[in-house]
C-alpha cells in the first residue's frame, strides 16, 4: 500500500470513528468537570469551589500563582484558596481549568511528537494571547471565550497525533509494514485535526462559538466580520507570521491571511505591531 | 498629479471609489472588466489600479497576470469580496500591493491608497518581531494620531473600579489636564475605541479583570498612549512587577502629591522646556507648586547642553537664553544662568540672557552674575549681538 493510500485510510478512519462516537478523546478531570459546573451558577460560593480544586494540589497551586500574580494585584501576602478563586473571579478561573487541562492533552511521553507538541501548545497560547487582545477591536467584550477558542483552536493536533502513533505501532510492530513519512504524519493531522477538535470541544462542554472556532478558523468569514472566527483566524495568522508555530507553513498563505485579516478585522499597521511587540517575550512565562 | 485606474464589473463600485479618490485630490479613470483594463494601462501611465477579482471577459487575477506578464509594474490593490487565503494568495505571487475587502470603509481606501502611492509597505512589514521595539514614549504627542483617527483627545484614563480613586487622581491635577473615569473593563475598551489618550492608568486589582491583559487589549486601541499600573506597595519591587506585565510604570496608591507631581512632570510637563529657534533658547513657563521650581531647573538644566550643542553645530557665535517665564524665587534661577554662561563658553559661544526687569535686578544684585549680558527682550538682544 503506497504511503498516499495509507494516510487517506487513516484520514478515513479517524473520520469514521468521530462520525460513529467512538473516538476516544481525553476526558475532563473530574475535579475541573465538577468545577467547571459548579461555577456556571453565578451567586457560587468561592469557598466552595476551593475545597473541590485543593483536591488537586498541582490545580491549587496554579490558581494560588495566577492570583498572586502583578496582574491581579501581585505582592507578598499569603492568600487562601477561597481569597485567591475570589480575587480572579468566576471567568478566569473557569479559563484557568480548561487551560490546565488542554495543556496536559499536549504533553506526549513519546519522543517522536513530543516536542512537535510542545510547539503547538505555544502557538496554541500565542493564538490565544493575540485572539483576546484582537478581540478589543471589535464590540465583542468576551475576552476569556476568544482566549479559550485561541488555546483550543489546535486541540485536535496532538489527539490525532496520538492516534497515528498507536496505528504505527500496530503497522510496524504487529504487521512489520512500513509506515507513512513525518511529511504524510502532517498532512493527515492538517486534514483531520478540526473534526477531532471540534469532538473534543463538544465533549468538554465549550460554548458554541469556541467549538465552531476550532471547526471555521481556517478561512475568515466574511459575512460576519467581527465573528470569533475571523479573530482567531487572523490571530493564528500573526502568531504564524511571527514564528510562533510548529511545523511547515505556506509563507505564502500566511501572508495572504496577515493581508486579508488587516482589512476584515479593520487592523491598522500600527495595531499590527502593538499586538505583535515582544510577543515571543511575553508569552515566555505562559507556557508553563 | 496622482491618476488612479478602478477596474470593476460594478458601475456603483467604480462610482463610489472615483469619488473617494477625487476627493483626495487625485484623478480617475474607470474600467468595467480586465480586457477594458489592460487597454487603457496601454494607452498611458497609471500610478495606481485598484483591481476586482471577478469580472466577465477578463478578470483582476488576469488582467495582474497580463500586467506582470507584458512588464507593468503599476502598483495594485485588490478590492473585492473575495476573501479565500487561495485566491489572495495566488493574486500577492503574482505582485499585489495591498487588500481590501467590499464593503469597503471609505477612511480604509483612503488610508491604502495614499500609504501605496506614499510608496509604504503592506502586509509583510507591519510585524514588530523585535523585542527591542521601544515602548511606548512616555510623552508621546498623540498629535498625529488624534487628527488621523479625529477622535477626541483625552489627557488621562483612569481604569479602576473605585470611583474614589478617580476622584482624589482628579483632585491632585491640574485644571487643565483632562481625565476621564472609567470602573469597568468593559467601559474602558469602549472609552479606548471612541478616544485618544495621552497616559492610560489601570488598576490592579479590579475584580475578575487580568490587569495586564485588560492593559494590552487598551494598548492596541491606544498604541501611543504610555501604560501605567494603579498599584499598591505590597512588595519590594513592584515596578518589576508591572514592567514584566507591559506597563510602562507605576502610580502607587494611596496618592501623594509628591508622586502625582512626579507623574505630571513625566507624562505632562512640556518636553519643550527649552525650545531652540536659531540661536534663542527659551525656558517654558513653570505652572507647578513651588515646592517644584527644583525639579523644573533639574530638568531645563538637563536638557540645556544638548540644546546648546545643536546651536553650536549650526555655527551661532551668540546664544541667547530667554527666561522671562522661568521663577524668579530664590537662587535657583541664578545658579542655573552661571551654569548655562559657563556650558557656553566651554564651546567657545557668547552668552546673553533675556528676562524682566525684576531678573536684572536680582542678577546685578550678584558679584557672579553682575556683568552678564542682559536684554528686556529677545529683539534687543539679536540687535546687540548682531550688531
Known amino acids: 500500500m503506497g504511503a498516499e493510500r495509507l494516510s487517506e485510510q487513516l484520514e478515513q478512519i479517524v473520520l469514521k470513528r468521530i462520525a460513529e462516537d467512538s473516538l476516544v478523546l481525553p476526558t475532563l478531570p473530574s475535579v475541573v468537570a465538577k468545577a467547571l459546573e459548579v461555577l456556571k451558577d453565578p451567586d457560587v460560593s468561592f469557598k466552595h469551589v476551593g475545597t473541590m480544586i485543593e483536591r488537586d494540589p498541582v490545580l491549587a497551586a496554579r490558581v494560588l500563582r495566577m492570583a498572586t500574580s502583578a496582574a491581579f494585584a501581585g505582592g507578598t501576602r499569603k492568600v487562601t484558596l477561597p481569597e485567591a478563586l475570589t480575587r480572579l473571579g468566576a471567568k478566569s478561573v473557569r479559563t484557568l481549568l480548561v487551560e490546565a487541562t488542554a495543556q496536559k492533552v499536549f504533553v506526549s511521553r513519546d519522543p517522536k511528537i513530543a516536542d512537535s507538541m510542545k510547539r503547538v501548545w505555544q502557538h496554541s497560547v500565542a493564538v490565544a494571547t493575540l485572539s483576546r487582545d484582537v478581540l478589543a477591536l471589535s464590540g465583542n467584550t468576551d475576552s476569556e471565550a476568544a482566549y479559550l477558542a485561541g488555546l483550543l483552536h489546535d486541540v485536535g493536533k496532538p489527539v490525532v497525533a496520538s492516534i497515528l502513533l498507536e496505528f504505527e505501532r500496530q503497522m510496524t510492530e504487529v504487521y512489520n509494514r512500513p509506515f507513512i513519512d513525518s511529511a504524510e504524519w502532517v498532512d493527515v493531522i492538517g486534514r483531520t485535526h478540526r473534526g477531532v477538535g471540534v469532538a473534543l470541544g463538544e465533549k468538554w462542554q465549550m460554548p458554541e462559538q469556541v467549538t465552531r472556532c476550532i471547526r471555521d478558523c481556517a478561512e475568515y468569514d466574511n459575512a460576519d466580520r467581527a465573528s470569533l472566527v475571523n479573530i482567531v483566524c487572523f490571530s493564528n495568522s500573526l502568531a504564524k507570521k511571527t514564528g510562533i508555530y510548529a511545523g511547515n507553513i505556506d509563507a505564502d498563505e500566511v501572508d495572504a491571511l496577515v493581508m486579508i485579516g488587516r482589512s476584515i478585522i479593520g487592523a491598522s499597521d500600527e495595531i499590527i505591531k502593538t499586538l505583535t511587540r515582544g510577543l515571543k517575550e511575553r508569552l515566555a512565562n505562559l507556557y508553563d | ?387
Open chain 2, 1 to 387: 498629479m496622482a491618476t488612479i485606474l478602478t477596474v470593476d464589473d460594478s458601475r456603483s463600485v467604480r462610482t463610489i471609489v472615483a469619488k473617494q479618490v477625487r476627493d483626495l485630490g487625485f484623478e480617475v479613470e474607470e474600467a468595467e472588466d480586465g480586457v477594458q483594463g489592460l487597454s487603457k494601462l496601454g494607452e498611458r501611465e497609471y500610478d495606481l489600479v485598484l483591481l476586482d477579482v471577478t469580472m466577465p471577459n477578463l478578470d483582476g487575477p488576469g488582467m495582474l497576470a497580463k500586467m506582470r506578464e507584458i512588464g507593468n509594474k503599476t502598483p495594485v490593490i485588490m478590492l473585492t469580496s473575495e476573501s479565500k487565503r487561495s485566491v489572495v494568495s495566488n493574486v500577492m505571487k503574482i505582485g499585489i500591493a495591498d487588500y481590501i475587502l467590499k464593503p469597503f470603509k471609505p477612511e480604509e481606501l483612503r488610508s491604502k491608497v495614499l500609504s501605496v502611492l506614499q510608496g509604504e509597505g503592506a502586509a509583510e512589514e507591519v510585524l514588530a518581531v523585535s523585542a527591542e521595539a521601544p515602548a511606548p514614549a512616555p510623552a508621546a504627542d498623540p498629535a498625529a494620531a488624534r487628527v488621523e483617527a479625529g477622535k477626541q483627545f483625552v489627557d488621562v484614563l483612569v481604569v479602576d473600579d473605585m470611583e474614589n480613586v478617580h476622584k482624589k487622581l482628579r483632585g491632585m491635577l491640574p485644571g487643565h489636564v483632562t481625565l476621564n473615569g472609567i470602573t469597568s473593563a468593559q467601559a474602558a475598551l469602549q472609552s479606548c475605541r471612541q478616544r485618544v489618550y495621552r497616559v492610560v492608568l489601570v488598576d490592579t486589582e479590579i475584580p475578575d479583570v487580568d490587569s495586564a491583559v485588560l492593559a494590552q487589549q487598551l494598548k492596541v486601541l491606544q498604541p501611543h498612549a504610555a501604560f501605567v499600573a494603579l498599584a499598591l506597595r505590597s512588595s519590594n519591587d513592584v515596578l518589576s512587577e508591572v514592567r514584566g506585565q507591559g506597563f510602562d510604570n507605576v502610580l502607587f496608591k494611596p496618592f501623594s502629591q509628591d508622586n502625582v507631581d512626579d507623574f505630571l512632570s513625566q507624562y505632562f510637563d512640556n518636553l519643550d522646556l527649552l525650545t531652540a529657534e536659531e540661536n534663542v533658547l527659551k525656558a517654558a513657563a513653570f505652572t507647578g507648586r513651588p515646592e517644584r521650581v527644583d525639579k523644573y531647573y533639574g530638568r531645563v538644566a538637563e536638557t540645556f547642553q544638548s540644546v546648546l550643542n545643536k546651536v553650536a553645530a549650526a555655527c551661532f557665535e551668540d546664544v541667547i537664553l530667554d527666561v522671562s517665564a522661568a521663577p524668579t524665587t530664590g537662587d535657583r534661577l541664578v545658579k542655573f544662568l552661571l551654569a548655562a554662561a559657563e556650558q557656553t563658553k566651554q564651546v567657545g559661544m557668547r552668552f546673553a540672557v533675556v528676562g524682566t526687569p525684576e531678573l536684572q535686578k536680582i542678577l546685578n544684585s550678584y558679584t557672579e552674575t553682575k556683568e552678564m549680558r542682559f536684554y528686556g527682550s529677545v529683539q534687543d538682544a539679536q540687535a546687540a549681538t548682531q550688531g
